[in-house]
């Protein structure tokens, strides 16, 4: 019994490991989404794949613990389903160099493994005030991420109305109004970059408030699900804008269906929890 226990909390310990050297991909990807990466890629990926040795080692531990494969719950198949994603990305990159791939796959093992740490319940809040001040950060910084994601949407828009107008032989007259592409493109690429920061700070500091708030209950909540989706939608729109170079009527789309999105999210998250000071 005491062997099972330790074996437990050292499983959770090295997925927590794991889950902290994921991050470094996760900056990795936020640095080339605004355009500073400055080298880190070659430190992401060294640590990614440190990462990936210590999520193997969470996982065979969990499996000896169980005694069964580990996919029992939906945090063990979350956990088995980073570490999939993160041997085939590093055999990926080994074979093809596909660096543009991680600004897509980091950010998502990260958030994975995160979610996966998750599933073993912890002690109920310490204070009401550190309960209120975490909540309080997660509202803060999805409401910026959304902002961030109206003007990617509105900028978007208007990139597509301009592009247009420069094929017609006689522009409109309103034409002349619409800022130059450049920097409506330059607008687009800023306001992604800070709005991707802000939704997935946003996430992380949700997932921790409601892990703390209801236990492993919260996975199951419809209102999770779409916040989740959501991210997902917005972490698809920078992998295209970034690798794929999307511009125009393809971004313009994604942007509105993140946007929608979005709005779904909120309206689900209409009844927070009251933030009153006890």
């Known amino acids: 019994m005491v062997l099972k226990s330790f074996m437990s909390q050292t499983s959770v310990l090295w997925l927590r490991v794991a889950a902290g050297l994921y991050s470094l991909g996760l900056l990795d990807a936020i ?25 193997l080692v969470s996982i065979v531990e969990q499996g000896l613990m169980t005694h069964h494969f580990p996919a029992d719950t939906i945090f063990e198949t979350m956990s088995l389903c980073a570490f999939i994603v993160t041997i085939l990305f ?3 990159h080994w074979r093809y160099r596909a660096e543009s791939l991680s600004v897509f796959i980091f950010p998502l093992v990260f958030v994975m493994t995160l979610v996966a740490t998750l599933g073993t319940p912890v002690g109920a809040w310490s204070s009401p005030v550190l309960r209120n001040t975490w909540l309080i950060v997660h509202i803060v910084s999805v409401l910026v991420g959304y902002a961030t994601l109206l003007f990617t949407a509105v900028a978007s828009v208007l ?6 107008e420069l094929k017609r032989k006689q522009p409109r007259g309103w034409y002349h109004r619409l800022p130059p592409l450049g920097t409506l493109d330059d607008l687009i690429s800023k306001s992604l970059g800070l709005g991707f920061a802000f939704i997935t700070l946003g996430i992380i500091v949700g997932s921790g408030w409601a892990f703390v708030e ?23 729109l920078v992998f295209f804008r970034v690798s794929a170079g999307w511009r125009g009527r393809k971004a313009a789309i994604l942007a509105i269906m993140a946007l929608c999105c979005s709005v779904i999210t909120w309206v689900a998250h209409s009844r927070l929890p009251n933030l009153s000071i006890q």
């Open 31 to 55: 640095f080339l989404v605004t355009r500073r990466r400055e080298g880190l890629f070659q430190k992401a990926i060294a640590a990614f794949a440190l990462g990936g040795l210590f999520h």
């Open 90 to 92: 590093l055999f990926v």
């Open 159 to 164: 990139y597509l109305f301009q592009e247009r």
């Open 214 to 236: 209801f236990g492993t209950h919260w996975i199951g909540d419809p209102r999770i699900a779409i916040s989740f989706i959501t991210w997902g939608i917005y972490l698809a």
